[in-house]
């Protein structure tokens, strides 16, 4: 039984439209409880959301969104996904849903000609970086809200050495890679990295995790062509897609996790890692550069970049306390900079900022 809440205190309505689970997801499920105790939330869609948070079907939203607010204010609506805005904007326009919508953009690359229309359908854009709003020159951001982790989800544990035993895996010591199993997250760049170190490390486990869609198959067998070639077919696990609340205890588990794609939006999995006190090796894709300091949270290397990606990795297995510390570094990064609560206050002072009918606001 899903939580109920009075109509009149629904103000914020998020779009929830992907049945996977994706990086996308993982941020609207992390900011979502803190959002919904600061004003009344609820979510277009059920996909992974806890019990205990209202949901909405599109039925419901155009009922709901029929008349404005009591106070004559509208409800919001954030968007973070192309489907997401035409959902929106089919209610306003087609239903005439009393809504100002917001979509968040995150891609360091050109949009395509649809998506920029629809973004100059929007009421406010939001991005998380630098690097994002410099492919927005055909819709300047209204407002930059770096992305933030849920630091009491993402934590250290006490003994990492005990928690490894637990998780089964072959080995002493996992390196990780999270995400999907694609070429743009460069999985393959990891394994051509890691593999020929594994003879030099034998207590080293590689653990890839996360979903390959049936596209990317032909990818994923020409990776395992390559372990298998080198022998260490017993070395490196696939864990598959893992539910969210799997996925604290095997970011803590990993003594080092990578994240190198080739191109990225903002990237959490290196927030998630950092949470949990385990050091970073990042490719310079997403907001990485600014949330990774090179050789203190962890290491940055060029994108695609296999040979300084395995000498950095070396540097970091053949040193295991100063990587170590690099993982506590990191831990009071994301205190500091990077929680959850922080991210979510900003947008959503900023989003129940929309509210007023009549106008935007003019923010940076």
Request: with cysteine; glycine share 8%; hydrophobic share 40%.
């Amino acid at each position: 039984m899903r939580q109920l809440m009075n109509d009149a205190e629904v103000k914020l309505i998020l779009g929830n439209s992907n049945k996977r689970f994706s990086g996308v997801t993982s941020t609207m499920l992390q900011v979502l409880p803190v959002q919904s105790k600061l004003t009344g939330t609820a979510v277009l869609g059920s996909h992974h959301l806890p019990e205990n948070f209202r949901t909405l079907g599109f039925v419901e939203l155009t009922r709901l969104c029929r008349k404005p607010l009591p106070d004559g204010s509208y409800r919001v609506f954030h968007a973070r996904r192309n489907d997401e805005m035409i959902q929106a904007l089919i209610a306003k326009m087609l239903f005439g849903a009393k809504i100002k919508i917001a979509f968040t953009s995150t891609a360091q690359r050109e949009h395509s000609g649809f998506s920029r229309w629809l973004m100059q359908k929007m009421d406010a854009v939001i991005t998380t970086s630098n690097a994002a709003a410099a492919y927005l020159h055909h819709r300047p951001p209204d407002i930059i809200v770096p992305h933030g982790i849920d630091a009491s989800r993402f934590q250290p544990t006490s003994s990492r050495d005990a928690l490894w035993q637990k998780t089964g895996f072959p080995g002493e010591f996992g390196v990780g890679i999270f995400g999907r199993v694609r070429y743009s997250k460069g999985i393959d760049i990891f394994v051509d990295a890691a593999l020929p170190l594994l003879n030099k490390y034998p207590g080293a486990t590689l653990v890839i995790s996360g979903h390959c869609m049936p596209k990317d198959r032909n990818y994923l067998d020409k990776i395992n062509q390559k372990i298998n070639a080198a022998g260490h077919s017993q070395r490196v696990v696939f864990t598959g897609e893992q539910p969210f609340d799997a996925l604290p205890p095997l970011f803590a588990a990993m003594s080092i996790v990578a994240a190198l794609s080739r191109e990225e939006g903002f990237g959490l999995t290196p927030l998630e890692a950092m949470a949990s006190a385990t050091a970073v090796l990042t490719s310079e894709a997403g907001a990485w550069p600014d949330v990774v300091r090179d050789g203190i949270d962890g290491f940055r290397v060029p994108i695609g970049d296999v040979a300084a990606t395995r000498q950095k990795l070396d540097s970091m297995l053949s040193n295991p306390e100063a990587t170590e510390a690099m993982g506590i570094a990191g831990r009071e990064r994301v205190l500091e900079h990077y929680t959850v609560e922080r991210e979510a206050r900003r947008l959503t002072d900023f989003l129940l900022s929309l509210a007023n009918p009549n106008g935007r606001p003019n923010q940076k």
